[in-house]
């Protein structure tokens, strides 16, 4: 770096020099503070792993982290009953402890619950397809995400049939 500078020095006018080394100074930090988010990220997710855990050996939760997007899934046979969108106690117990784990760690974060359906065709005078069935069962566990103290600006619901 020295021997670079050196050479720059012979070949750039002093105030060009100094204009990248006062850009040089900003980029680095820059990235200094960008580094310090992605480690408080990090430290975030590990949190809230240690929070779930319970949850997760249970087997009633899975974590998992991609592209920096963190992923958590609930067995839907815990959560529900085939065919049905009512939440089962077990499964009502672990959206509270979700949505409490949720709120004390990431409550500035905005979640998305994606509802889904059972393997098998449904066409009942309530759930006419599938689709209705992921419908209803997401927003039951929006809605039982915002009962046991989520924020409701920072949660919605999607579906999937």
Same mark, same amino acid.
Not at 7 to 26: H, I, K, M, S, T
Not at 64 to 77: C, Q
Not at 150 to 159: D, E, G, I, L, N
């Given at each position: 770096?020295?021997?670079?500078?050196?050479?720059?020095?012979?070949?750039?006018?002093?105030?060009?020099?100094? #204009?990248? !080394?006062?850009?040089?100074?900003? &980029?680095?930090? *820059?990235?200094?503070?960008? $580094?310090?988010? @992605? /480690?408080?990220?990090?430290?975030?997710?590990?949190?809230?792993?240690?929070?779930?855990?319970?949850?997760?050996?249970?087997?009633?939760?899975?974590?998992?982290?991609?592209?920096?997007?963190?992923?958590?899934?609930?067995?839907?046979?815990?959560?529900?009953?085939?065919?049905?969108?009512?939440?089962?106690?077990?499964?009502?117990? #672990?959206? !509270?402890?979700?949505?409490?784990? &949720?709120?004390? *760690?990431?409550?500035?974060? $905005?979640?998305? @619950? /994606?509802?889904?359906?059972?393997?098998?065709?449904?066409?009942?005078?309530?759930?006419?397809?599938?689709?209705?069935?992921?419908?209803?069962?997401?927003?039951?566990?929006?809605?039982?995400?915002?009962?046991?103290?989520?924020?409701?600006?920072?949660?919605?619901?999607?579906?999937?049939?």
């Amino acid at each position: 770096m020295l021997v670079l500078l050196a050479f720059l020095a012979g070949c750039v006018p002093q105030e060009d020099l100094q #204009a990248l !080394q006062e850009e040089n100074a900003r &980029l680095l930090m *820059r990235v200094s503070k960008l $580094d310090a988010i @992605v /480690e408080k990220e990090r430290q975030q997710v590990k949190d809230l792993q240690t929070d779930l855990a319970p949850l997760v050996s249970k087997g009633l939760l899975t974590v998992d982290v991609k592209d920096g997007r963190v992923t958590l899934s609930m067995r839907s046979d815990v959560l529900f009953s085939k065919g049905s969108a009512e939440l089962s106690a077990d499964g009502r117990d #672990a959206v !509270q402890q979700l949505a409490r784990a &949720l709120s004390s *760690r990431a409550p500035d974060r $905005d979640f998305q @619950v /994606e509802g889904h359906t059972d393997n098998d065709p449904i066409n009942t005078a309530t759930f006419p397809s599938n689709w209705y069935l992921g419908s209803a069962r997401g927003i039951v566990v929006t809605e039982a995400m915002i009962a046991a103290g989520f924020p409701r600006t920072h949660v919605s619901a999607a579906t999937y049939s």
